[in-house]
């Protein structure tokens, strides 16, 4: 009876969780939707497909689309894992491992590429010379590649422990078991998040002194809470893998609160890049 009334007791959490991220990627989607509209709409309205800065530098649409398929992708997802959660009709064991299988990979899928636009954009505005470009692009293909495959590998090895629950009135998916693999998913992320933050520091304060003071002013405001949150999303999901070890309805507590938070945290830090490198233009 007591683990019973535990297992429901992570359960709503669970759905706390996953509806406070969900609301709040929401709430941040609408309070920035002007931003989207000028810097990303308007150029793909515009069908400016590349182009080049001041600078000289190449510009491409792409990061702006990947943009608009994080932050919808990860709203979608949201739901999903709350359909599975709290389901509206009885269920089947299929529906539940292909649901839960598909939120897994594509959460991660978000966060590998809400990391990626945001160092590109930070890239193209702090000019950080052919050496530390190839190190900075060769340790996130690495790292992001180990935590992709590890995000397959594991969620192929935990889908048949996946199940249709219903106790009494309360019906969900359940996970019977977890795997060590999803330590190959959050800690080269983590390790991944930490090293960029570092090389964009060293980057900034390497430069002349006017203009490292306003480049590590943008760091501060936008680079330092983007690594932070994600780094801090990354420790979070491991943390859960760890404890989940010994209790399996704990495994998926973080994931779409960590998803839903990092995708907040990358559109804001992209937008607000994108506006800094219009007002550099202008």
């Known amino acids: 009876m007591e683990a019973l009334e535990t297992q429901i007791t992570h359960l709503y959490a669970s759905r706390y969780l996953t509806i406070a991220g969900t609301t709040v990627l929401v709430y941040d989607t609408i309070l920035t939707l002007p931003d989207e509209i000028k810097f990303v709409w308007s150029t793909l309205l515009q069908k400016r497909w590349r182009w080049r800065d001041e600078r000289g530098h190449k510009q491409l649409i792409i990061p702006k689309i990947l943009l608009l398929f994080i932050r919808y992708t990860m709203l979608t997802t949201a739901i999903a894992y709350l359909s599975a959660l709290i389901p509206s009709r009885t269920l089947n064991d299929k529906w539940c491992q292909s649901t839960i299988s598909i939120v897994s990979k594509t959460d991660v899928l978000v966060e590998v590429i809400g990391s ?25 293909i ?138 550099r233009r202008s």
């Open 116 to 140: 990626g636009i945001v160092l590109y954009r930070l890239y193209l505005l702090w000019d950080f010379g052919r050496l530390n470009t190839y190190i900075l692009v060769g340790a996130f």
């Open 142 to 279: 690495s790292m992001k590649a180990v935590t992709f495959t590890s995000a397959i590998a594991a969620s192929i090895h935990v889908r048949d422990s996946i199940h249709f629950q219903k106790i009494e009135l309360v019906q969900f998916c359940d996970i019977e078991r977890t795997s060590a693999l999803f330590y190959g998913v959050w800690v080269p992320g983590a390790v991944s998040d930490a090293f960029s933050f570092f090389l964009l520091l060293l980057n900034a304060l390497s430069r002349p002194r006017t203009e490292s003071e306003r480049l590590l002013g943008i760091l501060y405001s936008d680079g330092i809470v983007y690594f932070l949150t994600t780094f801090s999303m990354r420790l979070l999901n491991v943390l859960f893998v760890a404890i989940a070890k010994k209790d399996s309805a704990l495994f998926y507590i973080g994931t779409i609160f960590s998803g839903t938070t990092v995708t907040v945290a990358a559109s804001r830090s992209f937008l607000r890049l994108l506006h800094f490198g219009g007002v």
